[in-house]
């Protein structure tokens, strides 16, 4: 069959084994961006193009496959994202697991994540808990002022766990967060009401926008009117 291909996610990452349902029969890994075929039949995105680069049947029904007739399984996608997965660090001693589509968030926060030197000019990569200790010895460490004006001179290691600047980080965080929360209760309304409204029912809300505008323009009006004399008397 030539190359393998490796499309799904490592059966080894999971906490428990995961449905055969949820396994792409090409790589026989577990679903990554799942598509289906017209037959039917799901596979990993990546997969199946692959595939299909070298023939255009379905490769576990052999049925002709148009491409443009493939689509992507969202609810399954979605499914595969709950699924428990260990650290891909659990080797290293990472003890962590999440579901899978928490564990990038996880590796920007892992200890046992390799990650780049952030002194400028030194091309190391460390595994984060031993930033600190190759800082110390790092060719290219620079001090700066703390940016914040606290006084403090930092290398770039030292600035990503300082106090003054960590504590004003963690703030716009938790802002950002609060945005994207507000962002996507404000999306799934939108798009409620954009199944719930044909283009009568939006004309009719026109409509009825126009005639409270009038409305409360005449009450205006009628205020003035009537108040008016109220006072004079
Ligand atoms: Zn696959
Ligand atoms: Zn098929
Ligand atoms: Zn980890
Ligand atoms: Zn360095
Ligand atoms: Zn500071």
């Not at 990452?13 to 949820?22: E, I, M, N």
Request: proline share 5%.
């Amino acid at each position: 069959m030539g190359e393998r291909i490796s499309g799904g996610y490592d059966l080894n990452l999971f906490v428990s084994p995961p449905d055969c349902a949820l396994l792409c029969s090409v790589c026989h890994g577990v679903l990554k961006r799942p598509v289906k075929l017209p037959c039917g039949h799901i596979f990993c995105k990546k997969c199946i193009l692959t595939w299909l680069a070298r023939q255009k049947t379905c490769p576990c029904c052999r049925k002709e496959v148009k491409r443009r007739l493939m689509v992507q399984v969202h609810k399954l996608r979605k499914t595969i994202g709950r699924l428990q997965v260990k650290c891909k660090n659990s080797q290293a001693g990472c003890c962590v697991t999440c579901p899978l589509s928490q564990h990038r968030i996880h590796l920007d926060s892992c200890p046992f994540e390799f990650t780049p030197c952030p002194n400028a000019g030194c091309m190391a990569r460390v595994q984060r808990a031993a930033l600190a200790e190759h800082d110390r010895s790092c060719g290219h460490r620079q001090q700066q002022h703390c940016p914040l004006g606290c006084g403090a001179t930092l290398t770039a290691v030292e600035r990503e766990n300082h106090n003054c600047y960590q504590e004003l980080r963690e703030a716009r965080g938790r802002r950002r967060a609060q945005g994207r929360a507000l962002d996507s209760v404000l999306r799934h309304r939108r798009r409620r009401i954009h199944r719930a409204t044909g283009l009568t029912r939006r004309q009719l809300i026109q409509l009825e926008t126009f005639l409270e505008e009038e409305e409360e323009e005449g009450m205006d009006v009628s205020n003035i009117n009537t108040e008016a004399p109220r006072a004079a008397m």
